[in-house]
């Protein structure tokens, strides 16, 4: 199982500065959300084509503040709020997730993979951001990086995800786009679906951002 770290502690969001994380709960630091390799991400259309399936990019809203905070995190109160309040208090016992906290991420994946339990899906062993659903009248495929989902099912299904597995959370969606389309969207990578098969290639919007001119 490939497992990589996708969000480090960092200090500092919008003038909330994260004081304190006490992992005392018998799990080691090591333990991140699992992210979802680029085999997954190329897995997916492939398999749209061979079933006839339509592709769907899922942005979740909000993500880590649906998620109840299980460890202990303390936030500074910003010194111009403390003079507001007047009432003595420094600190704020943080009672959701932020994306800086390191377990955000994993608490997250915990909550979805759940919701999608619920209603029958069921992760592959061998990848775990790799889900399906097992049901008969159903051929339904997700990859998840986080709140990032590629849902890969008839176009009928799309809206039977969305008021299931995905009822207690508000979703942008960016199709059903099928194969014969032409038509592009983005998960973690630019995906193009043509006749003759789908191309997946990096989002050139990035590329200005990761070089520089010497």
């Not at 809203?61 to 202990?72: I, P, S, T, W």
Request: aromatic share 10%; charged share 20%; with cysteine.
């Amino acid at each position: 199982m490939s497992v990589t770290g996708v969000f480090e502690m960092a200090s500092g969001a919008e003038g909330v500065e994260l004081l304190q994380e006490n992992i005392a709960l018998g799990k080691p630091m090591d333990q991140y959300s699992p992210s979802s390799t680029f085999a997954s991400v190329r897995l997916l259309p492939v398999l749209s084509m061979l079933f006839d399936l339509a592709v769907t990019a899922l942005d979740v809203k909000d993500a880590f503040l649906l998620v109840n905070q299980k460890e202990y995190m303390l936030a500074i109160i910003p010194r111009w709020i403390q003079n507001l309040l007047q009432d003595g208090a420094t600190h704020w016992l943080l009672k959701k997730c932020l994306p800086v906290q390191r377990y955000a991420a994993l608490r997250w994946n915990e909550r979805f993979s759940s919701l999608c339990a619920a209603v029958g899906f069921e992760p592959f062993q061998v990848c775990p951001t790799t889900i399906r659903l097992i049901d008969d009248t159903r051929r339904i495929f997700l990859s998840v990086h986080v709140d990032d989902i590629l849902l890969i099912c008839k176009p009928g299904d799309v809206k039977w995800f969305t008021e299931t597995a995905g009822k207690s959370v508000t979703m942008k969606v960016d199709g059903p786009r099928s194969q014969c389309e032409g038509s592009v969207l983005y998960y973690l990578k630019k995906i193009s679906l043509f006749q003759e098969g789908v191309l997946i290639q990096p989002n050139g919007a990035y590329i200005p951002k990761l070089i520089s001119p010497c």
